[in-house]
């Protein structure tokens, strides 16, 4: 093989490992992800629907909507279901845990975390993101409509690994009353992600565990029935 068909290799070679990371890049909601729908909160850990006297109206509080891709389209909540989105109420707070993926930093200046809020009231919400889902460290906060946070900012970088964002409505901005008072969040996403193995739960763990001290059971009585 002559050098040059050696070098048009190499050169081949390279492009497609500098294009590997955006080869699932998807647009969405109007924000580039390198990674797609993977990107995107999988779980709810909690919620707290506004402080006393000040919670959103129940077919607004389905902290499920907040998960996955964002997918408001405008049409009215008749039901939990029915709705797209999660009203956080004054003061509320929403934790969410991306389970295949982890939030990490881009080793630039560039947004790392995407918060998807809609509504025409511009609401404050703080942002803070956890390893653990115990210890909890602040990334600031976004005010209103889709917003994104460079985490490298407050000192992370792409060897970070965050699995929990918590999201709390700051009071006192916006309206203080109604059926969709305080923040509505519609999804949270990890523009820089990397993919990760599924943790599962505890509960997880313990029918896991119970299912093999079940099958060794069962194969000594049949082991002794044999013998």
Same mark, same amino acid.
């Given at each position: 093989?002559?050098?040059?068909?050696?070098?048009?290799?190499?050169?081949?070679?390279?492009? &497609? *490992?500098?294009?590997?990371?955006?080869?699932?890049?998807?647009?969405?909601?109007?924000?580039?992800? @390198?990674?797609?729908?993977?990107?995107?909160?999988?779980?709810?850990?909690?919620?707290? @629907?506004?402080?006393?006297?000040?919670? @959103?109206?129940?077919?607004?509080?389905?902290?499920?909507?907040?998960?996955?891709?964002?997918?408001?389209?405008? &049409?009215?909540?008749?039901?939990?279901?029915?709705?797209?989105?999660?009203?956080?109420?004054?003061?509320? &707070? *929403?934790?969410?845990?991306?389970?295949?993926?982890?939030?990490?930093?881009?080793?630039?200046? &560039?947004?790392?975390?995407?918060?998807?809020?809609?509504?025409?009231?511009?609401?404050?919400?703080?942002?803070?993101?956890?390893?653990?889902?115990?210890?909890? *460290?602040?990334?600031?906060?976004?005010?209103?409509?889709?917003?994104?946070?460079?985490?490298?900012?407050?000192?992370?970088?792409?060897?970070?690994?965050?699995?929990?964002?918590?999201?709390?409505?700051?009071?006192?901005?916006?309206?203080?009353?109604?059926?969709?008072?305080?923040?509505?969040?519609?999804?949270?996403?990890?523009?820089?992600?990397?993919?990760?193995?599924?943790?599962?739960? @505890?509960?997880?763990?313990?029918?896991?565990?119970?299912?093999?001290?079940?099958?060794?059971?069962?194969?000594?009585?049949?082991?002794?029935?044999?013998?």
């Amino acid at each position: 093989m002559s050098k040059r068909w050696m070098r048009a290799l190499a050169g081949g070679a390279v492009a &497609a *490992l500098l294009s590997a990371g955006s080869a699932n890049a998807v647009l969405i909601g109007g924000v580039e992800f @390198p990674q797609g729908a993977v990107s995107f909160a999988d779980s709810v850990i909690s919620y707290q @629907p506004g402080l006393a006297g000040a919670d @959103p109206g129940l077919n607004w509080q389905g902290a499920f909507n907040a998960l996955g891709v964002p997918n408001f389209t405008g &049409a009215g909540c008749s039901s939990q279901i029915d709705c797209t989105y999660v009203s956080l109420g004054v003061g509320g &707070a *929403l934790v969410l845990r991306f389970d295949d993926n982890v939030l990490t930093g881009s080793d630039s200046d &560039a947004d790392d975390l995407w918060i998807f809020e809609i509504g025409p009231d511009v609401e404050d919400t703080t942002v803070d993101v956890s390893v653990d889902g115990v210890t909890w *460290l602040s990334v600031g906060s976004v005010g209103g409509s889709t917003r994104g946070i460079d985490i490298d900012f407050f000192g992370y970088d792409s060897s970070s690994a965050f699995r929990y964002v918590r999201l709390i409505d700051v009071a006192g901005e916006g309206a203080q009353s109604g059926a969709t008072v305080g923040a509505d969040i519609d999804a949270v996403g990890a523009i820089s992600t990397r993919a990760v193995a599924v943790v599962p739960e @505890p509960g997880t763990w313990a029918l896991m565990i119970m299912g093999f001290g079940l099958a060794g059971a069962g194969l000594r009585s049949r082991r002794q029935a044999v013998a």
